[in-house]
């Protein structure tokens, strides 16, 4: 099965192209792939599709699953991958995966070499991290802390603590943590091992916060 992955949660965005091996789909498949570094939003996301399906030499309707990244993180660019892949589906009713970006991380920092426990840290705004434990080992990783919202207080604790903090931003208020970016390449590895199909109209971005909004009032007639 050929994978389209969408990954755009983050400054660096990205889009990559799976397929499993002849072996099957629990080992390593061939990836190819594009990134762009996000400007406000400004990212060509068909034009960096085109790149990876023109890399990998795979036609459009070889696709046969989108697996789309779903935060947390940039706000725009998590709904942009959604609507990306919710018209795909609409097109040529592929099937559809929808990836926590936090997870995406983890993959990606094992796959760069690191080990042991590590920090996943995204912002969250408002001065809070979204926060997430993983143990990673060259045979694998396992979540050890489920994602939740932290103070920054709380994550330069752990920094001071000796724990390794992780993430697309992270040097911007960590000195000593490692920036790593999630990576469409790993969303779509992640993927190749997974069947939990979704419908488009099913698919929501990870917030852990909960939506507030004031209701407009009802409009006054003009004298």
């Known amino acids: 099965m050929k994978i389209l992955a969408i990954e755009f949660s983050s400054p660096q965005r990205s889009v990559a192209v799976v397929q499993p091996p002849g072996g099957g789909p629990n080992l390593p498949g061939s990836c ?7 400007d406000h939003g400004s990212t060509d996301a068909f034009g960096l599709v085109e790149a990876a399906l023109r890399a990998a030499q795979v036609e459009r309707e070889q696709i046969a699953c989108v697996a ?15 609507a990306l892949a919710q018209g795909w589906q609409l097109a040529r009713g592929v099937k559809l995966l929808a990836v926590s970006s936090a997870e995406c ?9 690191l080990s042991g426990r590590v920090e996943v840290v995204i ?10 434990g993983y143990e990673l080992s060259p ?15 709380e994550v330069q604790q752990r920094l001071r603590s000796g724990g390794t903090i992780i993430g697309p931003e992270t040097a911007r ?3 000593g943590s490692r920036v790593v970016f999630p ?36 409009p006054r007639p003009l004298a």
Do not use: M
């Open 173 to 175: 208020w960590f000195p």
């Open 139 to 153: 045979a694998g990783r396992r979540e050890v802390e489920p994602l939740r919202l932290a103070s920054l207080a």
């Open 183 to 218: 990576h469409a390449a790993a969303l779509g590895h992640l993927a190749l091992g997974r069947c939990d199909f979704i419908p488009g109209e099913n698919i929501q971005p990870i917030y852990l916060r909960e939506t507030k909004f004031v209701k407009a009032p009802p």
């Open 68 to 82: 789309v990244g779903i935060g947390p993180g940039s706000y725009a660019g998590i709904r942009g991958a959604i």
């Open 123 to 132: 912002d969250a705004q408002r001065n809070e991290f979204y926060l997430a």
């Open 32 to 38: 190819q792939s594009a990134t762009s570094d996000a």
């Open 105 to 113: 991380l983890a993959a990606q920092a094992q796959a760069e070499g």
